[in-house]
């Protein structure tokens, strides 16, 4: 039923995009800017709320608890793990913004400061790391920790609506209710990965543009997208544990290798400078941004990126958490909150101190028009900002490398979810599922190019977002409920041992008595 149900669903959207791109982009947008405009306090306290929980479960009594039974160990080591889900959770998205989200706030800087001034330039790095960093991560945390507690340590099916049977209860969570949930989320998910797997296509094909002078036609988009599909369904096909793990780790290699370099060759002092007061910057006022709209002025900005930026987060929640909770058997807690929260979020700090301060340092002092370009033309930023450092070109095909590479493996960790999701909560999907998945991904994704629905359909993806984090924040209340009852359970099992040990003792002191008797 969630197999058909969100097949058929899809298909009218995919039909809509096809026959009516104009029409579907205006009803989008619509709809988009009335959730926002309605509801961003919403979002704002919803993602701000995820991820203090996720810290109170990380420090409180329920931190030692881990996914999975007590003498299970991590399938994965530190590495893997923290490539698997890095690659999964925004991997390509930082290659892409890590320049040009921090020149485009520089050009039109939040809170009423004039664009291109130093001021502007504080701003933009400190919510360049405010978009990247901890809270996109608590939501990520929050379902992917519901996820791996009710799948492996409760025993449950891997679905979203399975995290609610403490909650609603069994009969409900297995009757409509339960199947609308799984339905929204193979939707969501579905439509993320048609979106993004249309857009990298996109952003590959003005890289070898770039590069070799290649026009960016329909044409080589339809290469572009042939040949990446049946590379992300060879590392779909493998499993797990070869082409995704394996991918992974070589997207990580591949960006320390570009991280480094543009640290060495470009402004390396003031890279250094700009991470340490952009981090002190970015702590002293989280709260602050966290909660910042703007009723006074009606202001623009905030629904534009960062409510923007919290709709796509929460939208690609099903997708992310759900591939995150499938590798993070084994680990406490306490160890996965803080591993998928900080470690993430750190790298993601590094990445735009690197990436966003050497584009910084290119515009003020050596006025090389980046900000212009990347407002232009976001695929454009980084390369002409890896132009200016030495073996540019070099560095450049590096680059591309690296977005084909975190392109294949957020699609194939894609594959494999809406594999699980739509054949009820299954560890290891059938390769007939994962390929039937892909392949559909991919004809969404080139009939959308060629008619150009692509925005409308990325559009609707995020305004599945609002009904999402109310169904984020009932995940919150039902996994509290259950580690408050394993904790009386435990408990409960602890004093009925304590007192079996009493009463045994009690005896060997009595029957000496009764022997001398």
């Known amino acids: 039923m969630v197999f058909m149900v969100s097949f058929l669903i899809i298909l009218l959207f995919v039909l809509w995009g096809a026959l009516a791109p104009e029409q579907l982009a205006k009803t989008a947008d619509r709809v988009l800017e009335f959730s926002i405009g309605s509801f961003g306090w919403f979002y704002l306290m919803t993602t701000l709320g995820l991820l203090i929980f996720s810290f109170y479960l990380a420090f409180s009594k329920h931190g030692q608890v881990k996914l999975g039974s007590d003498d299970d160990e991590p399938e994965y080591s530190n590495l893997s793990w923290f490539a698997m889900l890095f690659s999964a959770g925004m991997g390509i998205g930082l290659v892409f913004w890590g320049a040009s989200e921090p020149l485009s706030h520089y050009m039109t800087p939040p809170e009423g400061v004039e664009g291109g001034t130093p001021q502007a330039a504080r701003l933009a790095m400190r919510y360049s790391f405010f978009h990247w960093g901890l809270h996109p991560w608590g939501v990520y945390t929050l379902i992917s920790l519901a996820l791996a507690y009710f799948q492996f340590r409760k025993g449950y099916r891997g679905l979203i609506s399975m995290t609610f049977v403490p909650l609603l209860g069994e009969k409900i969570v297995k009757g409509f209710l339960g199947k609308s949930i799984d339905i929204l989320a193979v939707i969501a998910t579905a439509f993320g990965v048609a979106t993004s797997l249309g857009l990298g296509t996109l952003q590959i094909g003005g890289g070898l ?84 709209m703007t009723p006074f002025t009606q202001g623009t900005w905030v629904g534009n990126w960062t409510l923007f930026y919290w709709s796509w987060w929460i939208a690609w929640a099903p997708f992310v958490g759900t591939f995150i909770a499938r590798v993070s058997r084994g680990r406490t807690i306490k160890e996965f909150v803080l591993g998928v929260l900080l470690v993430p979020s750190a790298f993601g700090f590094i990445w735009f101190s690197v990436f966003g301060g050497t584009g910084l340092n290119i515009e003020m002092f050596k006025l090389a028009g980046l900000a212009k370009s990347a407002q232009e033309d976001v695929t454009t930023a980084l390369f002409f900002m890896l132009e200016q450092l030495p073996l540019g070109m070099l560095i450049a095909a590096l680059a591309t490398l690296l977005i084909i590479t975190f392109f294949v493996t957020s699609a194939d960790s894609a594959t494999f979810v809406l594999g699980m999701l739509s054949t009820k909560g299954t560890l290891n999907p059938s390769n007939k599922v994962k390929l039937t998945w892909g392949i559909l991904q991919s004809l969404i994704a080139l009939t959308l190019l060629i008619s150009g629905g692509l925005s409308g359909l990325q559009t609707a993806s995020i305004v599945a977002a609002l009904p999402f984090a109310v169904i984020m924040l009932g995940m919150c209340v039902s996994l509290l409920k259950a580690l408050n009852g394993e904790d009386k359970e435990r408990k409960h099992r602890e004093r009925e041992t304590r007192q079996f040990i009493e009463k045994m003792r009690a005896k060997e002191n009595i029957e000496p008595t009764n022997s001398n008797g």
């Open 209 to 292: 543009h770039h590069l070799f002078g290649i026009q960016n036609t329909l044409t080589t988009q339809a290469v572009i997208i042939s040949v990446v599909t049946v590379l992300f369904l060879l590392s779909a096909t493998t499993g797990l544990d070869k082409g995704i793990k394996l991918l992974s780790n070589i997207n990580l290699i591949i960006a320390v290798t570009l991280l480094v370099f543009v640290l060495l060759a470009g402004p390396t002092s003031f890279i250094f400078d700009t991470f340490t007061s952009t981090l002190g910057d970015y702590l002293q006022n989280l709260v602050v941004m966290s909660l910042r």
